[in-house]
C-alpha cells in the first residue's frame, strides 16, 4: 500500500509528522518556570500584568504626586498587602495577590526593586 503512494504525498507525510513530533516535543520541555509551577509567578511578571498600566517604572500616571517609589506603604509587606486589599479609588483591589503568600512576596520584592533602577 506504501508503495502506490507518490513521492510528494510521502514527502509532505515525512514533513507533517516531523513537524508534529518536533512541535510536541518543544512545548514538552521548553516550558518557562511559571507555567510547570502557576503558584510560582515573577513579582516582574505580576507587575506589569496588573500594575504597569498606571504605575510605570514605579510611577503613578493617574496621582502624579503620588508615586509608588517612596511611598509609606512599602514599609512593610503588611501595609502594602493592606494597600492592596484596600486600595484609594480609582485603584482596583487585588485580593487575588494578597491571598498567595508567593505572589505577594514576589510582587513586593520587585516593588522594592524599582527604587533601586
Known amino acids: 500500500m506504501f508503495q502506490r503512494i507518490p513521492i510528494l504525498a510521502k514527502l509532505l507525510l515525512f514533513c507533517f509528522m516531523f513537524l508534529s513530533i518536533f512541535t510536541l516535543a518543544y512545548n514538552v520541555y521548553s516550558k518557562p518556570d511559571d507555567a510547570q509551577n502557576p503558584g510560582k509567578i515573577g513579582g516582574e511578571k505580576l507587575f506589569k500584568a496588573n500594575?504597569?498600566?498606571?504605575?510605570?517604572?514605579?510611577?503613578?500616571?493617574?496621582?502624579?504626586?503620588?508615586?509608588i517609589i517612596g511611598s509609606a506603604k512599602l514599609k512593610s509587606k503588611e501595609l502594602f498587602s493592606e494597600l492592596l486589599?484596600?486600595?484609594p479609588k480609582p485603584m482596583p483591589e487585588f485580593k487575588n495577590i494578597t491571598s498567595n503568600p508567593d505572589?505577594?512576596?514576589?510582587?513586593?520584592k520587585y516593588v522594592l526593586s524599582l527604587k533601586k533602577k
Not at 500594575?51 to 508615586?67: E, R, S, Y
Not at 505572589?103 to 513586593?108: F, G, N, R, S
Open 103 to 108: 505572589q505577594l512576596d514576589a510582587l513586593y
Open 85 to 87: 486589599n484596600h486600595p
Open 51 to 67: 500594575c504597569a498600566g498606571c504605575h510605570l517604572n514605579g510611577q503613578n500616571l493617574i496621582k502624579k504626586d503620588k508615586p
